[in-house]
């Protein structure tokens, strides 16, 4: 039951989250141009609907993300858990993504500029600095781990249920407002390989490439990121 909970709020954290992104840059919808306030918003409320989701469909942690549940194993020291989980993750975002493309299907051929096309399924840096664009994705997946860690913690009285899902539906929000710009803030490999895959192997008008060339960072660099807030949490605040 946790993977069919890791699949489906997935697969709604994608469909809200690169739905919002859709609604803004392609042509001709009601929500064109309405910009990243509207973006990092629908985002922070695409996590809390994702995590109630899978909650309710069998997965009590509703990670949704490879590096969240990569610091869960670092944290706990069983690892058995992270390559399913990841499987129905990313496969749960592929889903996500389909389902923006068939809400949207009239609005891809209005809209000509394929770096908007991409960017409705994946991310990419507002400038391409590989040193900047690792620092901004690990720095952000870093602190997502540790707010999550916060939000939790016993010390903070310990949110639990709607209250800690609005906290880290806050955090998220936070991270994209604050840090977002540079990179898209994925911080979330699912959330960028599942899409990602989707945009290239749909006939999708007017996409270019899907960008494989800078997609190793928003996978790798938030498993780093995720398992540096990981150990610091394990071994030093704890």
Known sequence: MELVGEFFGTAVLILLGDGVVAGVLLEKT????????????????????????????????????????????????????????????????????????????????????????????????????????????GFGTFLLILGIHAIFSPLNGGASGIAGTGFVALLVWAIGLSMGGTTGYAINPARDLGPRIIHSLLPIPNKGDSGWKYAWLPVVIPLVGGGLAAVVIRWVIV
């Open 30 to 137: 009601k929500s064109k141009d309405a910009g990243w306030i509207t973006i990092t918003t629908a985002w922070a409320l695409a996590v809390c609907f994702g995590v109630l989701v899978a909650k309710a469909l069998g997965s009590p942690g509703a990670h949704l993300n490879p590096a969240v549940t990569l610091s869960v194993c670092i944290q706990s020291g069983e690892y058995s858990i992270f390559l399913p989980y990841a499987v129905a993750q990313v496969s749960g975002a592929s889903l996500g993504a389909f389902l923006v493309y068939l809400h949207y299907l009239p609005h891809w051929k209005e809209t000509k500029d394929p770096g908007k096309i991409l960017a409705v399924f994946s991310t990419e840096p507002a400038i391409k600095h590989t040193l900047s664009n690792v620092i901004s994705e």
